[in-house]
């Protein structure tokens, strides 16, 4: 606790002096965030998968996602509530820790079990994992001429890595159900009603099919 306490005011004199430059990967970022970890993991990987990943995201988009909580822009009323109490400069600090983060890698992803009326075998739901995932991964190199669906690499990059200057988010060893569950509200207006977000626009032409494909997929990206 005192070394705890020590570190976190030797940071902060450090923070005062340089600006940013100490807050990259540890400083006060980290120990702000000590009230996040709870969700979304010590360093950002959570180990709940409706809970999103935020290690090794890109700053921007940590830091338009915390605003948008924050004025409503983004609907949540469990982020919304703690985004509240973040000033401009701590959400900063918080965004440079996590951004500085490694996202760890997803075990291989299996369906979940439904009801007792599951008839199929281990090595059926095993195939058909792997077919959502090549179905994945086609939609998102390629799109959907028919429904209109943009390709997702346009923006997120070949390996889910997202582009930092657009604050186009880095996708890659997220959590499937989470991006399950936020694909599905952009596509019913539960994450914002801006008609002008791109993703409102792409996931609104999704099939729900279409929506577990792609996510699985990316779910598998390192
Ligand atoms: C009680 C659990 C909980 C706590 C504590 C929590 N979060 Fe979250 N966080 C969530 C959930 C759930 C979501 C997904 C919200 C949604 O879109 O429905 C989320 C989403 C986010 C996102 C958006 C991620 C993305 O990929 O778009 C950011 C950024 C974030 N949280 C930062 C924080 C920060 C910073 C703190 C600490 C100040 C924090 N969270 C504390 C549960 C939590
Ligand atoms: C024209 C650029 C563009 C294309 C094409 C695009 N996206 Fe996005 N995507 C974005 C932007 C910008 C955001 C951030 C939106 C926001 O701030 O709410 C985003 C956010 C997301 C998120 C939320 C990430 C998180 O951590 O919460 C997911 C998931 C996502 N996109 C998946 C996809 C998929 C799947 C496709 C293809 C079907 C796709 N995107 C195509 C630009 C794009």
Do not use: W
């Not at 079990?113 to 059926?124: H, I, L, N, P």
Request: glycine share 10%; with cysteine.
């Amino acid at each position: 606790m005192l070394k705890t306490l020590l570190i976190a005011s030797i940071s902060l004199t450090l923070t005062t002096l340089t600006g940013n430059a100490f807050a990259q990967g540890g400083g006060s970022g980290k120990t702000k965030a000590a009230a996040c970890a709870g969700c979304h993991g010590e360093d950002g990987n959570s180990a709940m998968p409706g809970f999103p990943k935020l290690a090794g995201q890109h700053k921007g988009y940590l830091v338009k996602q915390l605003q948008a909580f924050k004025n409503g822009n983004r609907i949540s009323s469990m982020m919304g509530a703690l985004a509240a109490g973040l000033d401009d400069r701590s959400i900063d600090e918080i965004a440079d820790y996590y951004a500085a983060n490694r996202i760890t890698a997803n075990p291989a992803p299996a369906l979940p079990d439904s009801d007792d009326e599951d008839t199929r075998t281990e090595a059926q739901k095993k195939e058909e994992m792997a077919s959502l995932i090549a179905a994945g991964g086609n939609l998102y190199r390629n799109g959907d001429l028919a429904t209109a669906v943009s390709a997702c690499i346009a923006c997120h990059g070949p390996f889910g890595e997202g582009n930092r200057p657009g604050s186009f988010p880095s996708l890659h060893s997220q959590h499937a159900d989470y991006l399950i569950k936020t694909l599905t509200d952009f596509k019913n207006g539960n994450r914002t009603k801006s008609r002008e977000n791109m993703m409102y626009m792409i996931a609104s032409k999704m099939s729900d099919q279409e929506i577990k494909a792609v996510a699985y997929y990316i779910s598998t990206l390192k």
